[in-house]
């Protein structure tokens, strides 16, 4: 049984057709990325898991279980987190608010807080700062850890490094790979050579449905039947 | 927590209750002073400050769901009306299952409670939509609302007027204790003479300053602590990003829901203690559009979503209209007594400076308050609390001891 499986699903934004019958499945433990060209419908792909934009045909499966058309508060709930893109953290909350909030469902939040710090020491330092002070970089750590603060065995991770200086960005990854031992996880993600590098699988994204999909290994943007769908 | 570590803690809180404490007897010492003038003309009256407490507590209301979930509620007034008219309706024996001469601590609850209610039916059908959408459907309801109470005969034989609360003044305090309530009204409150046997007389007024004046207290400290518990952390990540709050597992809608019902309810204690004191009601000065209209106007000229920030902004309000109006001395009176007759007389590009004091001053405040506005929305568009509290990088209360101890160094 996959952990979320998507089967020809067709998601639109008012009357435009984005997701055009898109085929997908995650499998407990890997690393799923999604590439393509930018407004294919990646990101629709994840807000479509989650619930935030529901399909209008076909169905999500999220272990096991038909969530299409659910609630995303209930879906998030039954263990699906979100690091969307932009990081989107609450501004004018605090960053531990900002933890404590994603740590509702937690059993003992205090001990989750302290294994998110124990990840991103920095957090810990600006835990009192409202997260719209800090730099592109600690927002991103912050979305990342409150992504995995909700115990969740997926994490949909949205352009974790879309906007970022290089150095800082090798930093989310390290966060990426080290959040990906304990959680599933599918990234949409522009950049190419990242994505191949953090994930086992991917799927290659166009118009709306998936054209390629394979393990990541050896596999570079020279490829010819990637270098058709990425460049412009 | 000690004592001490409390106070310590609500340093500001403490001080700006206290203020409000110490104003009557400050402003009565002023007025037997030789600055009696200058305190009537600039400082408000009592009565002025009375009105600051519920339309403050009102204003509060409003921010507590408009500041902090961002959903404006323009259809406010609707929870007010419901308060004052179910106190006004209940004190004349006139609500069904409510005996005449039930307290009115208790028909102020009970008005809160189904302002909640009515705050839920309007929510779950409003809670729907989102931004301009959400402010114009309750906008709507409150204005079916006032005008169904326009026309219901039931209130009074002139329902377009509103009604009137008769019998004794009702009292704030603890219900059934005589001893411990004190009655609140312009004329029909008590009075103290010899306060503890210290010689000091407290007039009817007064004594209704301090009674509303608790209830705004206890009102505030209540819908602070629910904005700084986790349910109000979720209610400002709602403002901030509601798509992620739900994806954080939140089910949005319920929380809103919740919140709304807890803005209502304070609305209507607004509105349940304006009826006590004022002692009568009148779809105009409760449930019409523009008594919203003074909420928002107060509230972003005090700070969006600061809570006390409100509060402030209705006080300028109030001082603003008793200083440009002649009800309790004012701008107008004080010239007009105070220069000497060639000065009024003088030429002033065609008229006289009387006239011109007469029709620029007297009972101009909208104007002005207009112009404030304008302004504040332009420059200050924090608020006063908002823009004192980015100064300060925190909320006052947490922020400026530290401030105040580095200058102590």
Redesign the interface.
């Known amino acids: 049984m996959s952990l979320l499986e998507l089967d020809d699903v067709h998601t639109y934004y008012g009357e435009s057709h984005i997701l055009q019958g898109l085929d997908l499945s995650v499998e407990d433990g890997e690393i799923v990325a999604l590439v393509g060209r930018n407004g294919v419908g990646k990101t629709t792909t994840l807000r479509t898991a989650l619930g935030l934009t529901p399909p209008r045909r076909g169905t999500v499966r999220f272990k096991g279980e038909d969530v299409t058309g659910t609630e995303p508060h209930t879906i998030a709930d039954s263990g699906m987190g979100w690091v969307p893109e932009d990081r989107r953290v609450f501004a004018h909350l605090t960053v531990a608010e900002n933890l404590r909030v994603a740590a509702h469902a937690a059993v003992d939040p205090d001990a989750r807080l302290d294994e998110a710090y124990d990840l991103f020491p920095a957090l810990e330092r600006f835990a009192d700062k409202e997260a719209g002070d800090l730099s592109g970089g600690q927002q991103q750590m912050l979305a990342i850890a409150r992504g995995m603060l909700g115990d969740n065995d997926l994490l949909l991770v949205d352009e974790p490094s879309e906007g970022l200086a290089p150095q800082i960005v090798s930093d989310v990854v390290e966060a990426l790979r080290a959040a990906s031992a304990d959680t599933t996880m599918v990234l949409v993600e522009q950049n190419f050579r990242l994505a191949m590098d953090l994930a086992d699988r991917f799927y290659l994204v166009d118009h709306g449905v998936v054209v390629e999909e394979g393990d990541t290994a050896g596999v570079t943007s020279d490829d010819e039947r990637i270098r058709r769908y990425l460049t412009a | 927590m000690s004592l001490s570590e409390y106070a310590r803690d609500h340093a500001v809180h403490l001080a700006v209750a206290l203020a409000f404490l110490l104003y009557p007897p400050v402003n009565g010492a002023l007025l037997a002073s030789p600055l009696a003038d200058e305190t009537t003309a600039f400082l408000p009256g009592i009565t002025f400050m009375i009105v600051v407490l519920y339309l403050g507590l009102f204003a509060m209301s409003f921010d507590f769901i408009s500041g902090y979930t961002g959903y404006l509620s323009f259809g406010h007034a609707a929870f007010y009306g419901t308060g004052a008219y179910f106190v006004a309706l209940a004190a004349n024996g006139q609500i069904p299952g409510v005996p005449g001469g039930t307290p009115f601590m208790i028909t102020l609850l009970l008005g809160a409670v189904l302002a909640g209610g009515v705050a839920l039916v309007i929510g779950s059908v409003s809670f729907r939509l989102t931004g301009v959408y959400f402010a114009m459907i309750t906008l709507g309801f409150a204005q079916v609302i006032y005008e169904l109470i326009r026309s219901w005969g039931y209130v009074s034989s002139n329902p377009t007027e509103g009604t009137t609360i008769g019998g004794d003044g009702l009292a704030i305090g603890v219900p059934y204790v005589d001893a411990l309530s004190l009655k609140v009204g312009r004329l029909t409150g008590d009075s103290i003479q010899n306060l503890l046997g210290l010689g000091i007389d407290v007039s009817a007024t007064v004594v209704s300053y301090y009674a509303l004046g608790a209830v705004v207290l206890v009102s505030y400290f209540a819908m602070q602590r629910i904005l700084h518990s986790?349910f109000g952390?979720?209610m400002?990540?709602i403002?901030?990003?509601e798509?992620?709050?739900?994806?954080?597992?939140?089910?949005?809608y319920w929380f809103k829901m919740a919140a709304f019902a807890i803005s209502g309810f304070f609305g209507a204690i607004a509105g349940g203690i304006f009826a006590a004191y004022s002692r009568s009601v009148s779809p105009d000065n409760s449930y019409f559009f523009l008594v919203t209209a003074d909420a928002l106007i107060t509230t972003i000229i005090g700070g969006f979503?600061t809570l006390a920030g409100p509060l402030y902004g209705t006080a300028f309000h109030q001082w603003l209209e008793d200083v440009l109006s002649t009800e309790s001395g004012g701008l107008a009176t004080y010239l007009r007594e105070g220069l000497p007759e060639a000065v009024l007389g003088a030429d002033l590009f065609g008229v006289s400076l009387e006239l011109f004091v007469n029709t620029a001053v007297d009972g101009r405040a909208p104007l002005y308050l207009g112009i404030v506005f304008v302004l504040f929305v332009l420059f200050v568009p924090n608020g006063i609390l908002g823009t004192v509290r980015d100064r300060l990088d925190g909320a006052v209360g947490k922020r400026l001891p530290e401030r105040l101890r580095r200058y102590r160094r």
């Open positions: 986790p952390r979720v400002v990540a403002r901030e990003n798509e992620r709050a739900r994806a954080v597992g939140y089910s949005t979503g």
